[in-house]
């Protein structure tokens, strides 16, 4: 009897939290169509415009940390050319349409979405060029936390960073390198990346753009 007892009172449990879970994903589709996020990071979060970042398939954690870094301030970058704007004011100003369930919600839809596919680089990098990009990685030390290819990032709090925009990546290790982006963990790798110039970092960029995450 009272196995069988558990067994409802587990079964419940389990009941009640799957479709809890599946509503956050709903609402959070919710939150990605109707607060312009689509109109930059695109369809799934997976075809942004411009150099913006990919979100499909990152981790929760990562993203929830990054929502609430642009929310506040927190998190600032160089000034986009093309605007005379950080590259994340855009985002910034919109933020503030968000309610904190919002964000959870958001975070948890994006993390179920297929990665992005690799963008298409033109003119595409050579064979060695990805090598270079490849070995460089190794070298320095980027696998402890991003994992092997950057697919496999050894905390929910750390970001993959592979298939994103090449010139996001750039943008991002520069920032952190030269402490524009201190938010978040961005410390973790102050001394990594100061121990890459620009051509690394390019050359790092271009590697991890090309990695197929659907490909696992
Ligand atoms: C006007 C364009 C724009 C809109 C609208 C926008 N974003 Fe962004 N978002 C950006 C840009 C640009 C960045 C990268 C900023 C940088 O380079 O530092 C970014 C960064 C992010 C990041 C951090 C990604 C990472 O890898 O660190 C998350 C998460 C994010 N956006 C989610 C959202 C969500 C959710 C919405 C809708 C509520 C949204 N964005 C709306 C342009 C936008
Ligand atoms: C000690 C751990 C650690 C090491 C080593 C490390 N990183 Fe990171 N990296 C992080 C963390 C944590 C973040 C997220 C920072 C934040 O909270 O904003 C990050 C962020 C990034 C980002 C920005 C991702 C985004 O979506 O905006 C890139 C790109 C990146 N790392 C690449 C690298 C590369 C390349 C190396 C090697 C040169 C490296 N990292 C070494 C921990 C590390």
Redo the contacts with the bound molecule.
């Keep these: 009897m009272r196995s069988v007892l558990t067994a409802l009172i587990l079964g419940s449990a389990f009941l009640s939290a799957a479709p809890a879970f599946s509503d956050a994903v709903k609402d959070g589709h919710r939150v990605f169509m109707t607060k312009s996020c689509m109109a930059c990071h695109g369809r799934n979060g997976a075809k942004p415009i411009a150099t913006y970042?990919a979100l499909a398939g990152?981790n929760a954690k990562?993203l929830l940390?990054?929502l609430k870094?642009i929310k506040s301030g927190d998190?600032t970058g160089t000034v986009d050319p093309e605007t005379g704007h950080t590259y994340v004011q855009g985002m910034a100003d919109i933020m503030h349409l968000l309610s904190d369930d919002d964000m959870k919600n958001v975070v948890a839809y994006l993390a179920e979405q297929d990665p992005a596919k690799p963008e298409i680089l033109d003119p595409a990098p050579t064979e060695d060029e990805l090598a270079a990009g490849a070995k460089?990685?190794k070298k320095?030390?980027?696998?402890?936390?991003?994992g092997k290819e950057?697919s496999k990032p050894?905390?929910k709090?750390?970001?993959?960073?592979a298939g994103?925009d090449r010139d996001?990546?750039v943008r991002?290790?520069t920032e952190?390198r030269d402490k524009v982006?201190t938010?978040?963990?961005?410390k973790?790798?102050f001394?990594?990346?100061k121990?890459?110039d620009d051509d690394q970092?390019a050359a790092?960029?271009t590697w991890?753009s090309q990695i197929d995450r659907n490909a696992e």
């Design positions: 970042p990152q990562y940390t990054q870094a998190r460089l990685y320095l030390g980027c696998r402890s936390c991003h950057g050894s905390n709090a750390y970001p993959f960073v994103l996001y990546l991002a290790m952190i982006r938010s978040g963990k961005s973790m790798m001394g990594t990346i121990r890459a970092i790092i960029a991890l």
